[in-house]
């Protein structure tokens, strides 16, 4: 069993380095519920998941909405209060 779980990131990264060398772009989304921790909790928590995307997923594009619910709206996500948020997060694509 150790043995399946040791393997399993480098297999799926063999298996996402596959993907992107036909062409493909790997893209990642992060969110964060709203909650009660302080702002710069909230960016670090979503920083971790952006670096995890990136290092364990090898996304090339990671988007972030900062405070939202799953059942939200895709186009409710993106609202003003965003923007602050998003200049202050690492490796985190807006465009």
Do not use: W
């Amino acid at each position: 069993m150790v043995g399946v779980i040791a393997n399993y990131i480098p297999k799926y990264q063999t298996h996402i380095n596959c993907i992107k060398s036909q062409g493909y772009a790997i893209v990642g989304y992060a969110r964060k519920t709203p909650g009660p921790e302080g702002k710069q909790r909230r960016n670090n928590l979503l920083n971790r998941m952006v670096y995890c995307l990136k290092k364990r997923s090898l996304c090339d594009k990671v988007f972030v909405s900062s405070s939202c619910l799953a059942s939200d709206s895709l186009v409710s996500r993106d609202v003003n209060e965003e923007i602050n948020v998003l200049g202050e997060l690492t490796n985190v694509d807006v465009k």
